[in-house]
Each structure stands twice: as structure tokens, then as C-alpha cells.
């Protein structure tokens, strides 16, 4: 949906109307693909926002500049703005009882289906596992902190692996080689933090009863 089908849109528009808005409509089976999210699974992720703002700036530059090569940049440039505000998780803010915790974890907390931790004090609520983990497990913040490190110099070297393609080849070329790439470099990521986030957990398990004893916490 998102590699394929925008290369073989572009081709078959190309002859028919002006480059950039030849890239522009190759982008919407993406877009669809993010409208059916919306309609059948009722919710839009960070990804799906980005794709949104990235197809909103595509109409702006065109109506603009009117430069396709500039055009192929917009993907770029909203994972290179991803990047950095992974980076800004990174930050230990703290205000009153909120803390700034690294992008992985609420990725890990939404993706991961974890039984709440019940204590043996009847008076304390419930708390979300992967909190739990957070709170009792210096292990678990070491590795959710590598890992988001991890993701963020995957998407920045997405962003200068497009910049060389632009300086280096020609439109077509371009097309064919950042489609691919971004595709690519998303499944690559994405099977990676996911095995990573379950190695993790395969070792957080192994040091939950002590966990759970220390806390006064109920399995």
C-alpha cells in the first residue's frame, strides 16, 4: 500500500499531468490507508498524523514552489520532525506528579496487552504494569531509553539518505528509491522495537516476583 502502489501511480500519472502533482496523488493510497484505520479500527496513530500533515505540506509546496524534487522531501521531513521530538522525551521533565518518560514506553504501554498490578493494601488502586515496571525496574528504563535512541537515529538517517537521493539522481529515480527506503526503513523499525520491547519484557519477567514482593503487590 505505501511502497508499491504510490511508485506505480506516479508512472502511470506521469505522462498525463505535471510531475509534482503526479507525486502529490501517488500519495493517496497512503492516505487511504490511513482513512480506513480511522473508519474500521477507530484510531489514528502518530504515523497516521504525520502522513496527514505530510500530504497537507505536499499541496502547499506545489501550490508554492511547484518543485517536485522539493515535493519528495515532505516524508522526510516529517520523520526528521519525529526524530526530534523523540528527542525531546528523552528529557526527564517533571511537573508535580507528571514525568516526561521516552517515546517506547507509551508506544510499549499501548501495543503490549498487560494485566494491572493489584496490591495487598486495599486502599491503592490498581496501577498499569508497564508503570510498574517503569517505577521498579532500572533495567526497563535503561532499554526503553536505548531503544527510543535506537528509533531516532533510524528516522534521522532516513531524512539524509533522502538528501543524498536528491542531490545525486534524477526525479524518477528518486521516486522509486525514497518510496522504497521510507517503506523499508518503517517495517525495519517496527519489527525491530518490537522485538526488542519483547526481549524486555522476556527479562522483566524474570525479575517481576522480586518486583512484586518489594512493592507489596499482588501477581
Known amino acids: 500500500m505505501n511502497a508499491a502502489l504510490p511508485i506505480a501511480l506516479y508512472y502511470i500519472l506521469k505522462p498525463h499531468i505535471a510531475p509534482v502533482w503526479a507525486l502529490i496523488l501517488s500519495s493517496t493510497p497512503t492516505i487511504i490507508s490511513v482513512i480506513l484505520q480511522v473508519i474500521f479500527v477507530r484510531r489514528i496513530d502518530t504515523i497516521g498524523i504525520a502522513v496527514i500533515v505530510g500530504f497537507t505540506l505536499s499541496v502547499i509546496l506545489a501550490v508554492i514552489n511547484g518543485d517536485p524534487k522539493l515535493l519528495l522531501m515532505r516524508e522526510s521531513f516529517v520523520t526528521a520532525g519525529i526524530g526530534v521530538a523523540c528527542s525531546?522525551?528523552?528529557?526527564?521533565?517533571?511537573?508535580?506528579?507528571?514525568?516526561?518518560?521516552?517515546?517506547?514506553?507509551?508506544?510499549?504501554?499501548?501495543?503490549?496487552?498487560?494485566?494491572?498490578?493489584?496490591?495487598?493494601?486495599?486502599?491503592?488502586?490498581?496501577?498499569?504494569?508497564?508503570?510498574?515496571y517503569w517505577q521498579h525496574s532500572a533495567y526497563c528504563r535503561r532499554h526503553i531509553?536505548?531503544?527510543t535512541v535506537i528509533d531516532i537515529v533510524f528516522l534521522e538517517f532516513e531524512f539524509g539518505?533522502?538528501?543524498?537521493?536528491?542531490?545525486?539522481?534524477?526525479?524518477?529515480?528518486?521516486?522509486?528509491?525514497?518510496?522504497?527506503?521510507?517503506?523499508?526503513?518503517g517495517v525495519l523499525l517496527t519489527l525491530f522495537s518490537?522485538?526488542?520491547?519483547?526481549?524486555?519484557?522476556?527479562?522483566?519477567?524474570?525479575?517481576?516476583?522480586?518486583m512484586l514482593q518489594d512493592a507489596g503487590a499482588i501477581k
Not at 494485566?115 to 493494601?121: D, E, G, L, S
Not at 486502599?123 to 508503570?131: H, N
Not at 539518505?161 to 526503513?185: C, G, M, Q
Open 161 to 185: 539518505l533522502k538528501l543524498f537521493y536528491i542531490f545525486t539522481f534524477d526525479l524518477d529515480t528518486i521516486v522509486v528509491l525514497s518510496n522504497s527506503t521510507l517503506s523499508a526503513i
Open 194 to 210: 518490537l522485538w526488542y520491547i519483547l526481549k524486555i519484557r522476556k527479562r522483566i519477567q524474570q525479575e517481576e516476583p522480586r
Open 145 to 147: 531509553r536505548t531503544l
Open 88 to 132: 525531546i522525551t528523552l528529557i526527564p521533565i517533571r511537573i508535580r506528579s507528571f514525568q516526561l518518560k521516552p517515546i517506547l514506553y507509551y508506544i510499549a504501554n499501548d501495543l503490549i496487552p498487560l494485566r494491572p498490578v493489584y496490591f495487598t493494601n486495599p486502599d491503592k488502586p490498581p496501577q498499569k504494569r508497564m508503570l510498574f
